[in-house]
């Protein structure tokens, strides 16, 4: 069974400091997606990751993916408060016609002033 | 126009009640999923259809039945709600053969 280990689970970080998110997953898997979700809102894709090595940037963040290591990592570069948001990895894994999302457990982002 | 719609979007109702939340994609996707998502924000796949058919049917109480009418639509019913059943449900589509997933708005569901 897929194992999907995100840390930390909670993040309190002020403006401007730099920090970064883990996540490791147990089976090998190429796919990888991170998602962003606003209290009460849908999820968000804010990556995804399609082979080792794939490294993704859009603003202050930045995703990567290390397939042999099963590790996906996203930096928070000079966090600013709209950043402030829960923030999922999911490994994505096929079998046939059987395909699914597999959910860490989310890191919740509190930027402070 | 939206792309993965669900309704309703809050739903409440008491405990031993039935109710139904219907989920619509307009991508052209072949595979459709239920998500749950627990008070701690924990998101489980429920189900999944390919085609109409069921692929994946985690372990969920046999109260939870899904219907796939054809590849745009999949309606999740629910029958002798429980307190435990309070969630916020998530239907997602995919192509089976290509990479991303796009999600509904959610349906939170309340039990009391």
């Known amino acids: 069974e897929l194992k999907v280990e995100q840390n930390p689970l909670f993040l309190s970080m002020q403006e401007g400091k730099n920090y970064t998110i883990y996540c490791n997953y147990s089976?090998?898997?190429?796919?990888l997606y991170w998602y962003r979700q606003d209290p009460g809102k849908s999820l968000e894709s804010l990556f995804v990751?399609?082979?080792?090595?794939a490294v993704k940037q859009e603003g202050r963040l930045m995703a990567s993916l290390d397939t042999k290591a099963r590790l996906s990592t996203l930096h928070i570069t000079a966090a600013v408060h709209d950043l402030s948001a829960t923030y999922f990895c999911?490994?994505?894994?096929?079998?046939?016609?059987?395909?699914?999302?597999?959910f860490g457990s989310g890191t919740q982002l509190t930027v402070l002033p | 126009d939206t792309a993965v719609s669900q309704t309703p979007k809050y739903l409440v109702t008491q405990m031993g009640n039935d109710k139904s939340i219907k989920c619509e994609q307009n991508?052209?996707?072949?595979?459709m999923y239920w998500y749950k998502q627990d008070s701690k924000k924990f998101l489980k796949i429920m189900f999944s259809?390919?085609?109409?058919?069921?692929?994946i049917n985690e372990t969920v109480p046999n109260r939870f039945s899904p219907k796939s009418p054809d590849k745009a639509h999949l309606n999740l019913h629910i029958n002798s709600l429980e307190l435990g059943d309070s969630a916020v449900y998530f239907c997602?589509?995919?192509?089976?053969?290509?990479?991303?997933?796009?999600f509904g708005s959610g349906t939170r569901l309340t039990v009391v």
């Open positions: 997602a589509s995919s192509q089976l053969a290509g990479y991303g997933y796009t």
């Open positions: 089976t090998t898997s190429d796919r």
């Open positions: 990751l399609l082979s080792n090595g």
């Open positions: 999911a490994v994505d894994l096929s079998s046939g016609s059987a395909r699914q999302l597999t």
């Open positions: 991508l052209g996707h072949d595979t």
């Open positions: 259809y390919n085609n109409k058919e069921l692929i």
